[in-house]
């Protein structure tokens, strides 16, 4: 079952830049990168997303490489706020239909 | 400006007991879908729907099943509760462009 990779947690202190990488091996050829941020007892919230290259927004940047078989999420000067899980989402075409499979999922912990 | 509305939010069931959880979006969207998420765990995929008439399985189905009443409308039914159900579920819309899917609230149940 082709499914998503991130780490399973990361450290990081107020105003640091943080990068969390995803690997999606198997994604399908149109298929779009997106990252989502969750709070606890939240739902997951829409981040950012991108097809190839580089994406920048009010809140992240994206950086996926020319092969797309992974995605750099990049929270520049996090603060105490951003700390929360973060998933990749890719699209995964399986079995001839159409599934959205979350990654496992990146803790992040922001430290004053 | 509702989104995608779940109900109840809360539900303690004794093992099993049935029950169907409710969900509704207003943004006209064609795919539906059903998650779980058990504590410090992430997300994963149990039914979806790409279109109205239409379900699929996704990551975990065993012990559930889905029905897309409508456009509107994907409902979430476990037939006889067990423990291990015990979980947080969130219904979530796609539209037709890219990754980008709202979640609602969660639905907090509890078998005992």
């Known amino acids: 079952l082709a499914k998503t990779t991130q780490p399973i947690s990361m ?15 198997n994604i399908a050829t149109n298929d779009y990168i997106t990252w989502y941020q969750q709070f606890p007892s939240q739902g997951p919230r829409f981040i950012i997303q991108g097809y190839k290259t ?23 000067r996090v603060s105490l706020s951003d700390t929360a899980v973060y998933y990749c989402l890719v699209g995964f075409l399986m079995d001839s239909s159409y599934k959205l499979i979350f ?7 922001v430290r004053p | 400006n509702a989104g995608v509305t779940q109900t109840p939010k809360f539900q303690v069931l004794k093992t099993g007991q049935s029950m169907t959880l409710q969900c509704a979006q207003d943004m006209n969207h064609n795919s539906m879908y059903w998650y779980r998420q058990d504590p410090g765990m992430g997300l994963r995929l149990i039914y979806y729907s790409a279109s109205e008439g239409t379900t699929d399985k996704g990551e975990v189905p065993n012990g559930y099943n889905v029905s897309r009443l409508n456009k509107r409308e994907f409902s979430l039914r476990l037939e ?14 796609r ?14 149940l509890t078998v005992v």
């Open chain 2, 95 to 108: 539209g037709d462009i890219r990754n980008t899917i709202y979640f609602g609230e969660g639905s907090w």
């Open chain 2, 80 to 93: 006889s509760a067990a423990p291990s159900q015990t979980s947080v579920y969130f219904c979530a819309s």
């Open chain 1, 11 to 25: 450290d990081s202190y107020e105003g640091q830049e943080v990068n969390i990488t995803c690997s999606h091996n």
């Open chain 1, 54 to 76: 580089k994406v920048t927004n009010e809140v992240a940047s994206l950086f996926i490489p020319a092969d797309r078989k992974s995605s750099t999420l990049s929270l520049p």
């Open chain 1, 103 to 109: 990654g496992s999922g990146t803790r992040l912990l």
